[in-house]
């Protein structure tokens, strides 16, 4: 009897072993099948790529650059450092495959085509875009959201505030990913695609992407600054800020916030926590 149930014991053991295993590669399969898939249909895409140099890639990529800077205010050498960077001047499998420059992971709004590969963890999910036109356009949208919000204060040519807010956004873990970004725009003189802006066309510029951003309020499920409380929103108070700038990022007027908070005058503290919605 005691043999007959360590023998049923091992079949147990054994079987969920081999079920474990299963799941496993039925993961890795499923990542592969999928990579095979999106090769496929960008073979022609794949087949006619073309190596590039810093250079060319500069030049193939500079005024979708620009087009952003002057949609967004993201300057355009920023934009253009950071694609040579995580794309590997054009060279790297995902822009090559999927036609993603940023290294763009998926979010659970996604819903377009995935490709994976070991980043963080093994089968990382990023996103594959039919150009790389698409590519540019998604990393401004990806950085219209409540972390980045504060960037686009900056003026438009302001590409040492933005390598470092990106960093201090949360944008990347590298501790030198500023002047990473700083290093190849001046080795390269990205800064000449920039531009200033006047007064009047920053204070409108403005305006129209925090009020995209403020949309998205409530959207992003992982955006740690605001919290709920009852009815209203807080918000918390970090480097750079100032009453003015919290009422335009939340549409609303100085005054509604000093009233909504009580404030006797216009002086916020960094880490002071702030209702933001009436």
Avoid at 77 to 92: D, P, V, W
Avoid at 122 to 149: G, I, M, Q, T
Avoid at 153 to 175: F, H, I, Q, R, S
Avoid at 263 to 276: H, R, S, Y
């Amino acid at each position: 009897m005691l043999k007959n149930t360590s023998y049923w014991l091992l079949l147990v053991v054994v079987l969920s072993a081999c079920s474990t295993r299963k799941k496993v590669f039925s993961s890795t399969d499923v990542a592969r099948e999928n990579n095979k898939r999106v090769q496929n249909e960008n073979r022609q895409a794949i087949g006619s790529y073309s190596t590039y140099t810093v250079n060319s890639y500069i030049d193939r990529f500079k005024a979708i650059a620009v087009q952003e800077m002057n949609l967004y205010g993201i300057p355009a050498s920023i934009t253009l450092a950071q694609g040579l960077f995580e794309s590997g001047f054009g060279n790297g499998e995902l822009a090559k495959v999927a036609n993603n420059h940023f290294g763009i992971k998926c979010t659970s709004d996604w819903k377009g085509r995935s490709y994976f590969k070991d980043d963080d963890n093994v089968n990382d999910c990023f996103r594959v875009y039919n150009n790389p036109e698409d590519s540019y356009r998604d990393h401004s949208e990806f950085l219209k959201r409540k972390r980045y919000a504060r960037l686009f204060e900056l003026d438009k040519n302001d590409y040492v505030g933005w390598a470092y807010g990106l960093k201090e956004a949360g944008y990347a873990t590298n501790p030198q990913y500023p002047q990473l970004l700083i290093n190849a725009i001046q080795k390269y003189h990205l800064d000449q695609f920039d531009r200033p802006e006047g007064e009047i066309q920053k204070i409108k510029r403005e305006d129209r992407v925090l009020s995209q951003i403020n949309q998205k309020i409530g959207k992003a499920a992982n955006d740690s600054i605001i919290r709920s409380t009852s009815a209203n929103k807080l918000y918390t108070v970090v480097t750079g800020d100032t009453l003015y700038s919290v009422s335009r990022r939340f549409g609303l007027t100085v005054d509604e916030l000093r009233a909504l908070n009580n404030l006797p005058d216009n002086n916020i503290k960094i880490g002071q926590q702030i209702i933001v919605s009436k």
